[in-house]
T-cell receptor, first 109, second 112 residues
Framework: GQNIDQPTEMTATEGAIVQINCTYQTSGFNGLFWYQQHAGEAPTFLSYNVLDGLEEKGRFSSFLSRSKGYSYLLLKELQMKDSASYLCAVRDSNYQLIWGAGTKLIIKP | IAGITQAPTSQILAAGRRMTLRCTQDMRHNAMYWYRQDLGLGLRLIHYSNTAGTTGKGEVPDGYSVSRANTDDFPLTLASAVPSQTSVYFC???????????FGQGTRLTVV
């Protein structure tokens, strides 16, 4: 079966750095996405990786290793508004997105 | 309208009733999707459409139907609602099946 694993919850301090990991086992791979979802709101797109390596976008970076079935989202200079759930999703061989359950990130002052 | 719009925002529905959740996008995206999101689970695909006039079944299609008569609209119908269909439903669209998806604000449905 297809599976996306992420930690359920993480806590970090304002101003710090946090890394959210995602491991996947899917039938085929056509890219990995990270989305942010604030409570009660819709998911919003953060990043996309299809090749191995690091993609940087401001305070957020995303890394992919296809051979290890592994990705992480790195958030720097954490702000209170970064408190949200972070969803990892993999596009499989049928070009459908398989979603992880999300990581709830709690930022403390 | 800007982006992708869902209606209603929330609904309480008696079991056995028929209900259509509406979804409209103005981005001229080819692909559209319906997901349900339940606590502790990832988003699960119900139905999708890669282009107007075509639809496909996702991971959890039973009890749901869709149509895609034009590019902009992708309604989801529950023929006879059951309590297990209580969930938050998200409609999404993407330029094609290769690009990122944009989500509507969701419909919170409670079946009692």
């Amino acid at each position: 079966g297809q599976n996306i694993d992420q930690p359920t919850e993480m806590t970090a301090t304002e101003g710090a750095i946090v890394q959210i990991n995602c491991t996947y086992q899917t039938s085929g791979f056509n890219g990995l996405f990270w989305y942010q979802q604030h409570a009660g709101e819709a998911p919003t797109f953060l990043s996309y990786n299809v090749l191995d390596g690091l993609e940087e976008k401001g305070r957020f970076s995303s890394f992919l290793s296809r051979s290890k079935g592994y990705s992480y989202l790195l958030l720097k200079e954490l702000q209170m508004k970064d408190s949200a759930s972070y969803l990892c999703a993999v596009r499989d061989s049928n070009y459908q997105l398989i979603w992880g359950a999300g990581t709830k990130l709690i930022i403390k002052p | 309208i800007a982006g992708i719009t869902q209606a209603p925002t929330s609904q309480i529905l008696a079991a056995g009733r028929r209900m259509t959740l509406r979804c409209t996008q103005d981005m001229r995206h080819n692909a559209m999707y319906w997901y349900r999101q339940d606590l502790g689970l990832g988003l699960r695909l119900i139905h999708y459409s890669n282009t107007a006039g075509t639809t496909g079944k996702g991971e959890v299609p039973d009890g749901y139907s869709v149509s895609r008569a034009n590019t902009d609209d992708f309604p989801l119908t529950l023929a006879s609602a059951v309590p297990s269909q209580t969930s938050v439903y998200f409609c999404a669209s993407s330029e094609n099946s290769n690009t990122e998806a944009f989500f509507g604000q969701g419909t919170r449905l409670t079946v009692v």
